[in-house]
């Protein structure tokens, strides 16, 4: 089943006086439960695409649609709704909210599409559970790892159940031996979970666990290549 | 979801304590000052509520010139005519007790040098009821040792100021001229002669303070002895009357007014309600004065959240970022940065009221201890239960609206900006 659809999609950037076309017509379809991989050089429009495909952003141009909702069609509170429960994202700098617990990162979400504290309570301890952080539901993220950072990121980023998890250079600022154990566990809960994942990334390693990379030059694709 | 709401900005503000403890401070000071002074204003209008309540009681009132409460009359007595007997006339009166004055010539006795001092001085009629059934009105008149104040049933004495009785010569047991109209004359035998600190003493001790122009150059001589020397006519000064039992006061001095208006008397009856609604009036604008002053400080304050908060908002650029990312609305953020700042301000308001309140009670106990005031006169401390509530309210306010504009900018921020700020 097709779960995004990007159909001839540009984005325009102004900057400053200059505008800046990141995205020239991109066509890209994504299924359910399928693992994308999306790698590029620097400036390509892997960012923007993700925004794109996360709900974050829309298109100039074109067609886009999640799950058969239009993007460009979708009010901003919509689309936050939409996003949130829809989309889980993995950031490449965590970007937890220093002055919560890990526990406290994991429920916001949840916060804010009105889930019940005992709910919540017990789906945040279960996802810290399941990426091995029973013992750290209490730490701030100065008092934990990078590693344990990038895993209550992930834990946050399943906190409402979406359909895909979106990974923007998710081993970027972790060590190979920590990136690899990320990665195991991405593609494990993707698997485990049944969701459908798309990671943006440099790392051939990430690349690796996809099943189909798609190349990006110039805000088109490029290269299309289905992993056996 | 305002629970969780709150919980979030509480634990921003317990995050940045330091930055959070300034702003708290800033609005402490401004709360502390509006409290504080607002609540000396109340002290001192209890104060004079009291001591208003204390010469008045609950069945008392004045007659006095028309004029008296104006602020033409800049508060200084003018003699009115009156009938006594259509004022005894009135349903619901009780007593009622005058003060007349003249000026009379007057003459001691021969001195050492041969002479008979003599000069025209001020002369006061006191109704006997005025010292039995009135005595709040006169204050305790302190006399010289071996002197006695006027009774019920005297005739030809009299009480002088100290000045008049140096003047004239004269001590107690001796006896001096009082001329009065055309042939009328008497000779009075000196019965007392007030305490010179008395005279200059405080301004709230009856007819030898602030009510009349008496002082040390008077002459005080017993009602019956004044009409011996004047006829009754345009020489009231002032005329206390006291209600029988069950009538309320206000009624009585009503029909008093009117009934001797009707009678062509320049007069107005004056109630404790009366004058304290003056003092409410005159307090009420020293209060508003002394409110503005203070909340020119809370501005400060206010200022002070803002500025926190714009720090706070920037700050967290990438919060805002991330809170959008995952399911936040715009006015999720705003909710969560409005409680905040609001926050700062209700805490910055209670410790701000406890410790204006303290300011105000440590005021009053110093007032009350140090400043040594006349006749028993005591600030009480006041603790507005009104005024503490509006307080917090406001505080609350204040710290909620000096946070709207920053949690707008930050309510407002594209998420993909937010999330790209570094």
């Given amino acids: ?228 | 979801m305002l629970r969780e709401f709150l919980r979030l900005a509480a634990q921003n503000v317990l995050h940045r304590k330091l930055r959070s403890f300034l702003a708290v401070l800033g609005v402490c000071i401004g709360i502390a000052a509006v409290v504080g002074l607002i609540s000396i204003g109340l002290s001192l209008q209890a104060m004079m509520k009291g001591q208003v309540s204390k010469v008045f009681g609950v069945d008392t009132f004045v007659i006095m010139d028309q004029d008296m409460m104006n602020r033409q009359s800049h508060g200084v007595m003018k003699e009115f005519a009156l009938d006594m007997e259509t004022l005894r006339g009135v349903e619901g009166v009780k007593t009622v007790a005058a003060v007349r004055q003249r000026t009379a010539f007057v003459q001691g006795g021969m001195n050492a040098e041969g002479k008979m001092p003599q000069g025209f001085m001020p002369v006061m009629g006191l109704s006997p009821e005025l010292l039995t059934e009135f005595s709040a009105f006169t204050g305790d008149l302190a006399l010289e040792p071996g002197g006695r104040n006027i009774q019920v049933g005297d005739v030809e004495v009299a009480v002088l100021g100290a000045d008049v009785a140096e003047r004239l010569g004269v001590g107690v047991g001796a006896s001096f001229l009082v001329a009065g109209e055309g042939k009328n004359e008497i000779r009075a035998t000196v019965i007392g002669i007030l305490a010179a600190s008395e005279e200059d003493g405080g301004d709230d001790r009856g007819f030898s303070g602030g009510m009349s122009s008496a002082s040390g150059d008077t002459v005080y001589i017993p009602y019956a002895t004044m009409d011996r020397l004047w006829p009754e006519g345009n020489d009231f000064l002032v005329t206390a009357v006291k209600t029988l039992p069950g009538y309320e006061v206000d009624d009585v001095a009503d029909r008093a007014e009117v009934a001797l208006k009707a009678e062509g008397s320049r007069v107005t009856a004056i109630t404790s309600g009366d004058i304290t609604d003056v003092i409410d009036e005159m307090l009420g604008y020293i209060n508003i004065f002394l409110g503005g002053l203070a909340a020119i400080s809370l501005v400060v304050g206010g200022v002070g959240v803002m500025n926190t908060m714009f720090t706070s908002v920037l700050e967290r650029t990438k919060d805002i970022g991330v809170m959008k990312a995952v399911g936040a609305k715009n006015r999720h953020i705003l909710a969560i940065f409005l409680i905040e700042s609001g926050l700062i301000g209700m805490f910055g308001g209670l410790v701000g009221t406890v410790f204006g309140l303290g300011l105000s009670a440590v005021v009053c106990w110093a007032l009350n201890t140090f400043a040594n005031m006349p006749g028993g006169v005591s600030f009480p401390f006041v603790a507005s239960p009104g005024l503490i509530v509006v307080t917090l309210l406001g505080a609350f306010a204040i710290g909620a609206v000096s946070g709207l504009w920053p949690a707008r900018r930050g309510a407002r921020m594209p998420v993909v900006d937010a999330l790209r700020y570094e």
Avoid: W
């Avoid at chain 1, 901003?76 to 989309?87: A, H, I, Q």
């Avoid at chain 1, 013992?135 to 993220?141: E, L």
């Fill in chain 1, 1 to 228: 089943m097709r779960l995004l659809h990007l159909e001839g999609v540009t984005k325009d950037y102004a900057l400053g006086k200059t505008i800046v076309r990141a995205l020239r017509g991109l066509d890209l379809s994504i299924e359910t439960g399928e693992i994308l991989a999306i790698m590029g050089p620097s400036g390509s429009g892997k960012s923007t695409l993700m925004h794109i495909l996360g709900a974050l952003d829309t298109p100039t141009d074109g067609t886009a649609s999640l799950e058969g909702h239009d993007l460009l069609k979708l009010s901003e509170n919509d689309l936050v709704t939409l996003r949130g429960r829809k989309v889980g994202f993995v950031f490449q700098t965590f970007n937890l909210i220093q002055a919560l617990t890990a526990q406290q990162n994991v429920e916001l979400p949840m916060i804010f599409l009105g889930v019940k504290r005992r709910d919540r309570l017990e789906r945040a301890r279960y996802l810290l559970e399941k990426v091995g952080l029973g013992d750290r539901v209490a730490h701030r993220p100065n008092e934990l790892s990078g590693g344990e950072r990038q895993r209550v990121a992930i834990a946050r980023a399943l906190a409402n159940d979406p359909e895909i998890l979106l990974a923007d250079e998710p081993t970027g600022n972790l060590d190979s031996e920590t990136g690899a154990t990320i990665l195991d566990l991405l593609k494990r809960l993707s698997v485990d979970q049944g969701k459908t994942m798309i990671l943006i990334t440099h790392d051939p390693d990430a690349a690796a666990i996809a099943h189909r990379v798609v190349r990006l030059r110039d805000g088109r694709v490029v290269q299309e290549v289905r992993n056996a």
